[in-house]
């Protein structure tokens, strides 16, 4: 008889795979839950107390279970063999090339984590996408599992997740929703029941959705669609405030007091970044074109194309602001995370206005109290293409700082553009005295007192909002 009441295997222990399990663990102490990767990495900083990623809650809640039911191991073949419940939860990038490129969704990893499924095991397992897949997924990854030799059976089930960084571990805790999506036979929903009760220790029977597979798999992407659809709605909307001297913070406060339409998420910015977004989306209309649905395609494709306008045009409102040219002026960055409360760096909308000012010739300065140096240029160099060998003098170009008024000590211009809390209670009268006049302010996260930097002196540029 085994100690455990279920083992659970998931490969791949990043953003979603790490903080995911980890609560699981937390929630359920009869059950033992392993974190595999292939990269080693990855594997000892979980196994360490300087964790791979950074997330609030995060190490207190992986303490508590690390070495009682939470492992972390490279090993997983062996972990493959134990577990009854295995979870893919890898890296699902857009892919760069061949058919679908800059469109498509790369499945490869999931593929991989399939193929090894089937190659190693040696009892029937249930097998969860954890990933967001494209719609029917889980039918390649049905028909790769048929290939075990053992003449063991799979069931596959979609559990996509729906955990925001920075708040991951209270999402986890306290999800909206969990859904499971399994095939609508005996055996599917028996191994859907079987997820179901796992996630039953904490969270409320009412909760949990079960549906079908297809369902499941495109509710992941219609829900980042929907999302992410609402922030470039109101960024749309505040490029027309800009114009008009309408206040796009009023906007989203009587529009988003209308129940129908809700107050989340309708927060202007210079436009969303993360991982997820983009490539969802891009994903969603890569399915619609495959589908032959052209309209809903180009519908969806708006939702980047305003994402892209917006990031663009704050790049061009620095430049316009400052007298039309940035060429040797310091200009520094406060914030370079997607959001706050991470240190992620994915697709980060600070990356492509740092990228717009280096073209013209400014000099950066930037600060992020969670980004190193190295992530910020290996996400530079993948994502803009933009990195030592083909840039001259980049270094030179960027200093990376760790004193945010260091930073701001004679620049030219300051940009705000993640919205860590720290830059609220900045002494700006001590940043203003520091700067070269005009001192010019550009505030991409609407955080800060804008009519208290104005009679500082500052001369204020805020997206949205009246010069
Ligand atoms: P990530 O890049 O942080 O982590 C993926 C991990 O998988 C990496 O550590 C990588 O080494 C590992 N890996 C790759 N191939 C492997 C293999 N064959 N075997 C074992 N490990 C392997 O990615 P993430 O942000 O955790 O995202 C994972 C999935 O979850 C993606 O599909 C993403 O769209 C989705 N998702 C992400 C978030 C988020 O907030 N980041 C939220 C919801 C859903
Ligand atoms: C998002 C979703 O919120 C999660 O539900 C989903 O699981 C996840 O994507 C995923 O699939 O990866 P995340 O990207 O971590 O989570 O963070 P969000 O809080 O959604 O923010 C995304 C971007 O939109 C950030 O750059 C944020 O600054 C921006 N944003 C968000 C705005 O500009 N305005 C808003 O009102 C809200």
């Known amino acids: 008889m085994s100690e455990w009441d279920l083992k659970i295997l998931c490969m791949g222990a990043g953003y979603v795979g790490g903080p995911t399990m ?86 490869k990893n999931c593929e991989l984590c399939a193929r090894q499924i089937a190659k190693v095991a040696k009892s029937d397992k249930i097998v969860v996408e954890k990933s967001t897949v494209p719609v029917r997924t889980a039918s390649a990854i049905q028909r790769i599992l048929k290939s075990n030799e053992n003449g063991n059976s799979f069931q596959v089930l979609s559990n996509p997740e729906f955990l925001a960084e920075g708040t991951a571990i209270t999402d986890l805790m306290n999800p909206d929703r969990v859904l499971i999506g399994g095939q609508q036979t005996p055996e599917g929903l028996k191994a859907a029941e079987t997820l179901a009760s796992v996630y039953a220790n904490w969270i409320p029977r009412e909760q949990i959705l079960t549906t079908n597979l297809w369902s499941s798999e495109l509710s992941k992407l219609v829900a980042n669609a929907f999302l992410a659809q609402r922030v470039s709605s109101i960024n749309s909307i505040s490029a027309l405030c800009e114009s008009t001297g309408a206040d796009v913070s009023e906007i989203s406060r009587a529009v988003g007091m209308d129940d129908r339409i809700g107050k989340r998420f309708l927060q202007s910015s210079v436009g969303f970044g993360g991982s997820c977004f983009q490539k969802d989306i891009l994903n969603l209309v890569y399915l619609c074109e495959t589908y032959g649905l052209q309209e809903c395609a180009d519908y969806w494709r708006g939702v980047i194309n305003m994402n892209d306008f917006q990031k663009r045009r704050f790049s061009e409102k620095v430049v316009a602001a400052m007298f039309n040219t940035v060429t040797g002026k310091k200009i520094s960055i406060l914030g370079y995370a997607f959001k706050k409360d991470t240190g992620d760096v994915r697709e980060t909308p600070s990356m492509f206005v740092v990228r717009d000012l280096l073209q013209e010739g400014a000099k950066l300065h930037i600060y992020d109290p969670q980004v190193s140096r190295e992530d910020m240029w290996s996400e530079m160099s993948y994502t803009c293409g933009v990195n030592h060998d083909n840039t001259p003098r980049l270094d030179e170009s960027v200093t990376t700082e760790d004193d945010v008024y260091k930073t701001c000590e004679g620049s030219h211009g300051v940009c705000i553009l993640t919205e860590w809390d720290e830059f609220k209670t900045l002494d700006f009268k001590k940043i203003y005295d520091s700067m070269a006049k005009p001192a010019f302010f550009f505030d991409g996260r609407l955080i800060c007192d804008h009519k208290a930097l104005r009679e500082i002196g500052f001369e204020v540029y805020a997206i949205g909002k009246p010069d």
């Open 22 to 107: 980890a609560v699981i663990a937390k929630q359920c102490p009869k059950i033992r839950v392993v974190v595999g990767d292939i990269s080693q990495k990855q594997i000892d900083g979980w196994n360490s107390d300087n964790l791979p990623i950074y997330e609030p809650g995060l190490l207190e809640v992986v303490k508590e279970a690390r070495g009682r039911n939470l492992f972390f191991s490279t090993d997983l073949d062996k972990e493959i063999q134990e577990a009854d419940i295995v979870f893919i939860s890898v890296n699902t990038p857009t892919k760069t090339s061949g058919i679908g490129a800059g469109r498509a969704a790369n499945i």
